[in-house]
């Protein structure tokens, strides 16, 4: 069944507002990555933590491992914030497969 | 930032034809990784590749895939034949593999089976 389970789907932001992501994880992950995917498709990397809190600017995300998720919070969102976010973990289990979650679309209108 | 490189970035072929999608992963990476994407939906995982070995693939990696990396060269991914419903863009990703699975990506390769 499906590891990672991610909300919302889609999210509207006006410039300068804030939300959050997250991702549940139906098993124990080991570590998870979130990325950005841009208009042209690109993947971007944003972070990857095994466990606690990194912030990068307007971006901040937190991975639970006993809890079973991860959050992304972004705040005083931009234009160029638009697009899909993705996270990705790593299961536990010494995997080699890093699954995806359904992604949240993202658009921020001025 | 590490770049993992992709070639070509489109290509079209037709239906039963067999392609072969390259992939230049990050020098010294050791752990290669095919996605799927239909448009606008999820990164589907293929396949992980290590030390000459698929290490896991899912069921979307069906008899016709195969991966390889002769010599250090191209990762590659080869469909023989093509079919339809193989039309995505497929994405290339690498990892150091020592302490991390921190995945790398390239910008994809968009199939288009006619």
């Known amino acids: 069944g499906d590891q990672v389970e991610q909300s919302p789907s889609a999210l509207s932001l006006h410039e300068g507002t804030g939300s959050a992501l997250r991702c549940n994880f139906t098993?124990?992950?080991?570590?998870v990555q979130w990325f950005q995917q841009n208009s042209r498709g690109s993947l971007i990397n944003l972070f990857y933590?095994?466990?606690g809190t990194k912030e990068n600017g307007r971006l901040k995300s937190t991975f639970n491992s006993k809890e079973s998720y991860s959050t992304l919070h972004i705040r005083d969102a931009q234009l160029e914030d638009s697009g899909t976010y993705f996270c990705a973990a790593e299961a536990g289990t010494g995997g080699y497969k890093v699954v995806f979650g359904s992604g949240t679309r993202l658009l921020v209108s001025p | 930032g590490p770049k993992v490189l992709q070639i070509p970035s489109h290509q079209i072929i037709d239906m039963g034809q067999m392609v072969t999608l390259n992939c230049d992963p990050v020098?010294?990476?050791?752990?290669f990784y095919w996605y799927k994407q239909i448009l606008g939906q999820q990164m589907e995982f293929l396949v992980n590749f290590y030390n000459g070995k698929v290490m896991e693939k899912s069921k979307l990696f069906k008899d016709q895939f195969s991966v390889e990396r002769p010599d250090g060269s191209y990762f590659t991914l080869k469909i023989q034949p093509t079919a339809l419903e193989d039309s995505a863009v497929y994405f290339c990703?690498?990892?150091?593999?020592?302490?991390?699975?921190?995945?790398?990506f390239g910008h994809g390769t968009k199939l288009s089976v006619l």
């Open positions: 098993t124990t992950m080991r570590a």
């Open positions: 020098s010294n990476h050791l752990y």
């Open positions: 990703a690498s990892s150091p593999g020592t302490t991390n699975e921190r995945l790398f």
């Open positions: 933590l095994a466990s």
